[in-house]
Every structure is written in structure tokens, then in C-alpha cells.
């Protein structure tokens, strides 16, 4: 769908990295447990903070190792530009490439529907909230 490939239940592979955009209410559920476990009860955010109320105006993308959801991020769009925002990978996998592999994966997709800046939030450990930044694409 979009472009994004999807995992495949012939894939025989556990530990190969998939991506797909999120495109029913199962998928959005999937994004709220992986958010709430690296976010609520990993690093302790407010919930009000997390679910700000954005999730139903923004496109998910979901990162898969093998069969099992490790990850996701979302994707807003705004009059001149797009923002990258709430990329959540739980513990286990930060080690691989499925974050790199879903920044890619929404890049491309911006850039087809398309804008050409894209925003993110850069964390930044010397300051408690993480700086913006938007780039040319």
C-alpha cells in the first residue's frame, strides 16, 4: 500500500525488517501499544503528553523484525511541510535498522505526496525537550 512493503507471511526470515503504513483500526491499536510501552512505561511520559489527540489526523508507519511489531512512527502534514514526530522502537530492537528503515520509508512517502521540507523533533540530552529542525529535501 503506498508504496511501503508489507509483511509477507511466506517470510521465513525472523529477523528481516518490514515496513508498512498503518491502514485500519488493528494497525492503529498496534502503534498505541508499541508508543505506550516505550513512552508511558519505559521513559515515564505523561499519557496527555503522548496521545495528544493527533494520531487520527496523521499517517502511522508500523516497523516489523520478522513477523512481530517492533516500532512506528508518525507523520503529519502541514501547509509547506511535513513532520516526522513520535518515533517509538522498543528496547530490544534499537540495536537494528528498523528506525533508520521507517524514517526512510515515511521520507519517501512525503516526498511522493509531494512536500518538500520535512520537520522533526532531534532529541538533544542537554535540554529537556527535543529541538525542531526542518530540512530541504
Known amino acids: 500500500m503506498h508504496g511501503t512493503r508489507l509483511p509477507s507471511s511466506t ?3 525472523p529477523r528481516s525488517i ?3 503504513i498503518a491502514r485500519d483500526p488493528n494497525d492503529l491499536m498496534l502503534v498505541t501499544a508499541i508508543r505506550a510501552a516505550v513512552y508511558l512505561a519505559e521513559q515515564d511520559c505523561p499519557i ?4 495528544d489527540g493527533n494520531d487520527l489526523v496523521a ?6 523484525v520478522g513477523k512481530e511489531p517492533v516500532a512506528c512512527l ?3 502534514f502541514f501547509g509547506e511541510f511535513a513532520k516526522i514526530e ?14 533508520f528503515k521507517l524514517v526512510q520509508a515515511s521520507v519517501e512517502y512525503i516526498k511522493r505526496k509531494g512536500f518538500r521540507k520535512c520537520a522533526a523533533a532531534l532529541p538533544n540530552p542537554a535540554i529537556p ?4 529542525a526542518i530540512a530541504q529535501m
Open 129 to 132: 525537550r527535543p529541538v525542531a
Open 74 to 76: 508518525r507523520v503529519r
Open 86 to 99: 513520535r518515533l517509538a522502537v522498543r528496547h530490544r530492537y534499537r540495536r537494528s535498522r528498523v528506525s
Open 48 to 51: 496527555e503528553e503522548e496521545f
Open 11 to 13: 517470510n521465513t526470515n
Open 59 to 64: 499517517a502511522h508507519f508500523i516497523g516489523f
Open 18 to 20: 518490514s515496513i508498512r
